[in-house]
């Protein structure tokens, strides 16, 4: 599963602004071995003493030496006889640690057989499900099922004949079946249930990650949404399967199945496995079924249900499918044009080919996760909403390469429990760093990189639990940057220890060895142990099971030719000791580049005897997983940004020299000069760098740049080179109308966010040629577009442009689309007066109703914060914070309105 479209499309993490404030660790003084020894013999010789002696102690000898609280714990023992009940009894104040293992295993799903139909009007799911199954080792005579917010009908055992269910409970979670005998792991039962799955019974909920539990989801029923189809679909990670079928919904169990769904005629379905038949039946319906012979995990059944068109590939033989609706059908090679290229690289190098019969792919609307790797079809949200033009600067390839992914790492090998969810996640999120290196170059990998970082740290200021972790209080918890972010920048570490040879052998041998079975972290580490023949303890012990959240702090200066390092670790658990590190250290020196191996533990001191340094610099590859700060020499930073081997210790560079660019013409003219030392990456990490000048001569320096840079054959570098020239011409540093030219060239641009600015560039120069412009944009098919040209004219109370927002904003299907949008809908309401009717209905559903929930978040963030003055939408406001029933935006909307 991807993270949610809220972390990935508001910068994928919620910004946490509070202060970052550190637990004092309290250390006692250890007792040595021989002391240990010593007080070992002691006891044993006085509890010998003590069953051997026949003496009766009195009370008060019983009690003493003991301080005035443990006296008072013992008295009632030692005291009067107290009543007690009849019945045997263990009393204990205390409440043992929470712990989350796997799931006993006491019966085994073996095979799964849907068949379903859909209930529009009452968005239910009425169904008859035949569930094989056998016990797994002991014998069994209670069978439980998982069965959320059903309406049993009918509970039978069709097999063995003979058998038959003596009775059945159900508590609206679980079915508890009493079969007749126990059966035994020779056995094979065959259960029937008919039922009605009732997911809006259910209710909202879940997490960041993924907002709901309902199981099954039905999309504009009524029709009151226009431009949003109906549709049907399912989400059952990580436990919302059972929501719309009886099964055991657990990750450790693996069952084949066959779904038949009966559907209108004119709608398309689509599920695990192959279509194995389509037959018509009276009344306009139809039935599909659909086969997986191979097992997998309930969480990663599926089912949609909609008006698609289907577009067809194929791959070694196998079909590729992406279900699109029919708007958007032309755009389906921008978004999943790439997949039998990813399905190549991966089955490559992994060395196991791709297991599965068929990959489908489809974009639903509303959808509660980013995405969601259900076997053989993978549901998109509507982040995947994308044209050719935005693609260029602003594409969401890797979320597809993460779902294809999880097609090895959670399909094929399953997290044996949701402990163990990096298993699945960890892998998902590196094969992002991984297809990017493979397919776009190592810099835009390493960018990855860097933001996977920065949403990981971010969250670590506030959550410190470790990768493997057994005290989760619901499973939904487990899907945030840790299991994610944190296990993919492990796993990138950990290839680079051993090497890519080892490191992808080692995932070879995983996959193999548990193929169509469920792992624990112990099976990953067997897998690197058997491949390298090293023992892997001390790090996944270090890196998946311990929770610290390690700080480094690095000095480097040099004494004529003694070059000296220092190197601390901080913020480790003083009891089980400072974390080991295997790093480099990268030297520039008279001598030439060297990257010197490095086993860093304890606090270093390195000297290096060494003529002429120009930098040094520990873990240039930035492999560390966590905070350090570097307090380096100005010159080794001016070195490193204009001659470091890599692209993330120079964006650490160009961080410590941007400061100083406007007073300094000298550290600028070193960074032009590096300017083409990068790729598009770097140049459009320099012009965003750029936009702090704050200085006419400045800028002026980097001009001849600019113009280089408007006309760069990448469009994400002609984007941030014209965002810097909008923003210095927004500050008078920069004479726009210079630039007529060029911002012709940007109207006509392939990429939407180029043409963009160039409108933007446009209004500094002639607002009614940008005004006549923004308005032929407004009928334009590309949202992005649309939303600029909007904003043009809502700066200027353009009533018909903000009726046009308000028509058009529930046809808007792009996630950042709407994001923009919702924004764009609070400044018309402050500088449209005229049109504040049309816009607070509008707005009050948003805040209501918009799916995800954090769209209503930002709204209401926006009526609070930017509109709380008007006294309509503090009425408002203060009626939803006592309505408000969403688990998420109910205890936010207590703190904020």
Not at 515 to 540: C, M, P, Q
Not at 613 to 641: C, T
Request: glycine letters at 6%; one cysteine or more.
């Amino acid at each position: 599963m991807t993270s949610s479209t809220a972390t990935t499309v508001l910068s994928r993490s919620l910004p946490i602004n509070h202060s970052f404030t550190m637990t004092k660790v309290l250390t006692f003084p250890m007792p040595t071995f021989a002391q240990m020894n010593r007080l070992w013999w002691g006891v044993s010789l006085l509890l010998m003493l003590g069953a051997c002696s026949r003496k009766v102690h009195s009370k008060l000898s019983a009690m003493e030496g003991l301080s005035p609280e443990d006296s008072a714990f013992l008295a009632p023992i030692f005291g009067a006889a107290e009543e007690f009940s009849n019945e045997d009894t263990i009393f204990s104040p205390y409440r043992a640690k929470r712990y989350q293992g796997s799931y006993p295993m006491r019966w085994q799903l073996i095979h799964t057989e849907l068949s379903l139909s859909l209930d529009w009007g009452k968005k239910e799911i009425p169904g008859e499900a035949q569930l094989t199954l056998r016990p797994y080792f002991a014998p069994q005579q209670e069978l439980v099922l998982d069965a959320k917010s059903f309406q049993i009908e009918d509970v039978r055992l069709l097999r063995p004949a003979t058998g038959r269910i003596v009775s059945f409970r159900y508590d609206t979670l679980k079915l508890y079946l009493t079969l007749d005998r126990p059966y035994t792991s020779k056995d094979t039962v065959v259960v029937y249930i008919r039922y009605r799955a009732q997911p809006e019974k259910i209710g909202e909920g879940g997490s960041t990650a993924i907002g709901g539990r309902k199981g099954g989801y039905f999309i504009n029923t009524d029709g009151k949404r226009p431009c949003v189809p109906r549709q049907f679909w399912t989400q059952g990670e990580p436990e919302s399967a059972s929501a719309w079928f009886p099964t055991i919904d657990a990750p450790n169990q693996k069952t084949t199945q066959r779904l038949c769904v009966t559907i209108e005629d004119s709608l398309v379905s689509l599920s695990n496995g192959v279509l194995v038949s389509q037959k018509k039946l009276p009344g306009g319906l139809r039935q599909d079924c659909w086969e997986l012979t191979q097992p997998h995990a309930p969480y990663l059944f599926a089912l949609v249900v909609g008006n698609f068109k289907i577009i067809k590939d194929t791959w070694r033989g196998k079909e590729l499918l992406y279900y699109m609706e029919p708007a958007w059908a032309a755009h389906a090679q921008a978004i999943f044009g790439r997949t039998p290229q990813m399905l190549e690289f991966f089955s490559n190098r992994l060395g196991v080919e791709f297991p599965w019969p068929k990959y489908g792919q489809v974009i639903v609307r509303d959808f509660v996760s980013g995405a969601m790797e259900n076997t053989t079809a993978v549901i998109h949200g509507d982040i995947l909403f994308y044209d050719k033009a935005k693609a260029l600067t602003d594409n969401y390839e890797t979320v597809v390469a993460h779902e294809l992914m999880h097609h090895w790492f959670g399909n094929l090998v399953t997290c044996e429990s949701w402990a163990q969810l990096p298993l699945n996640e960890s892998f998902a999120d590196y094969s992002e760093y991984l297809w990017l290196e493979h397919a776009d170059g190592i810099e835009e990998a390493e960018e990855h990189r860097r933001q996977s970082f920065f949403t990981y740290t971010a969250e670590a200021r506030e959550k410190k639990v470790p990768l493997i972790r057994f005290d989760y209080g619901d499973p939904m918890a487990m899907f945030d940057a840790h299991s994610y972010q944190k296990g993919g920048l492990t796993l990138h570490y950990l290839r680079n220890i051993v090497g890519d040879s080892a490191f992808f052998l080692s995932l070879k041998q995983y996959l193999t060895d548990n193929a169509y079975k469920a792992a624990d972290i112990h099976h990953l580490r067997h897998a690197f142990e058997k491949v390298t023949g090293e023992d892997w303890t001390w790090f996944f012990d270090q890196h998946f099971h311990r929770r610290d959240e390690i700080r480094l702090l690095i000095k480097g200066e040099t004494r004529g030719d003694t070059l000296v390092l220092e190197v601390r670790q901080r913020d480790y658990d003083t009891l089980r000791g400072p974390y080991r590190y295997r790093f480099a250290i990268a030297v520039l020196s008279e001598n030439g580049y060297e990257e010197l191996p490095f086993e860093y533990e304890k606090d270093t001191l390195v000297r290096l005897i060494r003529r002429g340094v120009r930098y040094a610099d520990v873990d240039p590859k930035r492999l560390f997983i966590g905070r350090s700060q570097r307090n380096y020499p100005s010159a080794w930073w001016d070195a490193i940004l204009s001659e470091g081997k890599y692209l993330w210790q120079r964006l650490d560079a160009l961080s410590e020299v941007q400061p100083f660019l406007s007073a300094d013409s000298e550290k600028l003219a070193r960074l032009i000069s590096a300017y083409r030392k990068g790729g598009a990456v770097w140049k459009k990490e320099i012009w965003e760098a750029l936009q702090l000048l704050a200085d006419s001569e400045a800028v002026a320096q980097v001009l001849p740049l600019l113009r280089e840079a408007l006309s760069d054959s990448n469009a994400r570098v002609r984007a941030a080179a014209w965002s810097f020239l909008v923003g210095a011409a927004q500050q008078e540093l920069i004479d726009i109308n210079k630039w007529g030219d060029a911002i012709q060239t940007a109207l006509r641009d392939s990429s939407s966010e180029v043409q963009n600015y160039g409108l933007v560039a446009l209004s500094l120069v002639d607002s009614t040629a940008a005004l006549v412009e923004a308005r032929r944009r407004l009928s334009s098919s590309s949202e992005d577009i649309f939303i600029v040209a909007a904003l043009i004219l809502t700066q200027r109370g353009d009533s018909q442009a903000v009726a046009l927002l308000v028509d058009r904003y529930s046809c808007l299907a792009g996630i950042s689309s709407r994001v923009q949008a919702i924004g764009l809908l609070a400044m018309a309401y402050q500088q449209a007066p005229s049109m504040r009717e049309q816009l607070l209905p509008l707005m009050q559903q948003i805040a209501r109703e918009e799916n995800p929930w954090y769209l209503r978040l930002q709204m209401v963030q926006y009526m609070k914060f930017r509109l709380g003055t008007d006294p309509a939408v503090a009425r408002f406001l203060k009626q939803l914070k006592e309505e408000e029933t969403h688990p998420q935006l109910r205890p936010i909307y207590q703190r904020i309105l």
